[in-house]
């Protein structure tokens, strides 16, 4: 009751809920059709991507986004992206990964744990025109445009996902870019990263790669 009440007192617009036992809860996620599941709880957040569904781990924070319009940041490989690259990445460097991502070039990267999400997004984002869209994505990278970014790209036209804006920073820091977005979310698979970005007050959630 109380917590049915809170979302009343707060004005959530929430009309469905589910009250489970300490049994594994996200195996009725599907069922309900869920597209984000977001948990302080590590080993639920890992549950539910087991069971494909896009999911990440939150800390406690404070969302200070602009409120007119709804920002959310995707980072690209072991995210929006499959973790291929970043596998080469671990075991042959950084040539190694440029060498791979060219003789790849032409062939889209599989699909990432927020794809499905991202996905549903672009959907709502295409019901509204360019500048009246209450909804704003963004693709901030470690990528090099120029080196690494023509797949990604060419992933994005394959999947026919539309991302209004996309940053590829060649391995620089993400939180200055991200405190110029303001976003209401930014999901990462790199703590170094999440951390960078909860520095500048920018709400953050871990993709754990490591499940």
Not at 76 to 95: H, N, W, Y
Not at 145 to 152: E, L
Not at 173 to 180: A, C, H, T, V
């Amino acid at each position: 009751m109380r917590i049915v009440n809170s979302t009343k007192q707060h004005g959530l617009e929430i009309s469905k809920f589910c009250f489970v036992s300490d049994e594994d809860s996200t195996q009725y996620l599907k069922t309900h059709n869920v597209k984000l599941f977001l948990s302080a709880d590590r080993k639920d957040v890992c549950n539910a991507l087991r069971r494909g569904v896009s999911a990440a781990l939150v800390f406690q924070q404070e969302v200070q986004a602009p409120n007119t319009q709804l920002r959310v940041v995707f980072d690209g490989d072991a995210v929006l992206f499959s973790d291929e690259t970043d596998r080469i990445f671990q075991e042959k460097g950084l040539e190694g990964a440029v060498a791979y991502e060219k003789m790849m070039e032409a062939v889209p990267m599989g699909e990432g744990p927020l794809k499905a999400f991202a996905v549903q997004l672009g959907k709502m984002r295409k019901k509204f025109s360019q500048e009246d869209s209450p909804i704003r994505t963004y693709l901030v990278t470690a990528r090099s445009g120029r080196d690494m970014g023509i797949r990604a790209i060419k992933t994005l036209r394959e999947w026919g996902l539309v991302i209004d804006e996309a940053f590829f920073m060649d391995g620089a820091p993400k939180g200055p870019i991200l405190s110029k977005i303001q976003p209401h979310i930014f999901f990462d698979d790199g703590l170094h990263n999440i951390q960078g970005a909860q520095n500048v007050g920018i709400p953050s959630a871990l993709v754990p790669c490591d499940c």
